[in-house]
């Protein structure tokens, strides 16, 4: 059996509440990826072409700094990898996340959460960000999944 982490990015708290259901239905270690400056209501606003989101999505080679590298993501076999839908893709900040370590031979399974897209183009837009791992788009979690329905599709993994 493999070792499971649950690492997510969360602006919100959205992503987070399902994060960790997911860990505790997955039997998961939970790793929060934080940014260095944590994200203000109005850096959210996506209707300001000048708010902080904007201008990060509006530049893929952006790259949020992180608050801390402390995951240990030696010890895991498969990475259950989260965030919110921004924009059509995972904000930058995972493309800062993946880049600090090294993914190699490892399983990337992503979920998200969305007030209305899906994962539109993002396993091709991460890839880049982790050579040598296998990532794989997941799905989109939604609402208040179960325990059972959760840990029903981490067994289909």
């Given at each position: 059996m493999s070792k499971k982490l649950v690492a997510y990015f969360s602006a919100s708290g959205t992503t987070a509440d399902v994060a960790k259901n997911l860990a505790q239905a997955a039997g998961a270690?939970?790793?929060e990826i934080k940014?260095?400056?944590p994200y203000t209501r109005?850096?959210?606003?996506w209707n300001d072409k000048k708010s902080r989101s904007s201008v990060e999505m509006n530049d893929k080679s952006f790259r949020p700094a992180l608050a801390d590298k402390d995951?240990?993501?030696a010890?895991?076999?498969t990475i259950l990898l989260g965030?919110?839908?921004w924009w059509y893709v995972a904000p930058t900040i995972i493309n800062s996340f993946l880049e600090s370590y090294d993914f190699s031979g490892k399983t990337i399974?992503?979920?998200a959460t969305s007030g209305g897209s899906g994962f539109g183009k993002t396993v091709q837009s991460l890839a880049g960000s982790c050579p040598g791992a296998v990532i794989k788009e997941g799905r989109l979690l939604n609402g208040n999944?179960?325990?059972d329905a959760l840990k029903k599709w981490v067994e289909s993994l």
């Amino acid at each position: 059996m493999s070792k499971k982490l649950v690492a997510y990015f969360s602006a919100s708290g959205t992503t987070a509440d399902v994060a960790k259901n997911l860990a505790q239905a997955a039997g998961a270690d939970l790793y929060e990826i934080k940014p260095e400056t944590p994200y203000t209501r109005a850096d959210l606003n996506w209707n300001d072409k000048k708010s902080r989101s904007s201008v990060e999505m509006n530049d893929k080679s952006f790259r949020p700094a992180l608050a801390d590298k402390d995951a240990d993501i030696a010890a895991y076999d498969t990475i259950l990898l989260g965030f919110p839908i921004w924009w059509y893709v995972a904000p930058t900040i995972i493309n800062s996340f993946l880049e600090s370590y090294d993914f190699s031979g490892k399983t990337i399974i992503l979920f998200a959460t969305s007030g209305g897209s899906g994962f539109g183009k993002t396993v091709q837009s991460l890839a880049g960000s982790c050579p040598g791992a296998v990532i794989k788009e997941g799905r989109l979690l939604n609402g208040n999944l179960s325990g059972d329905a959760l840990k029903k599709w981490v067994e289909s993994l």
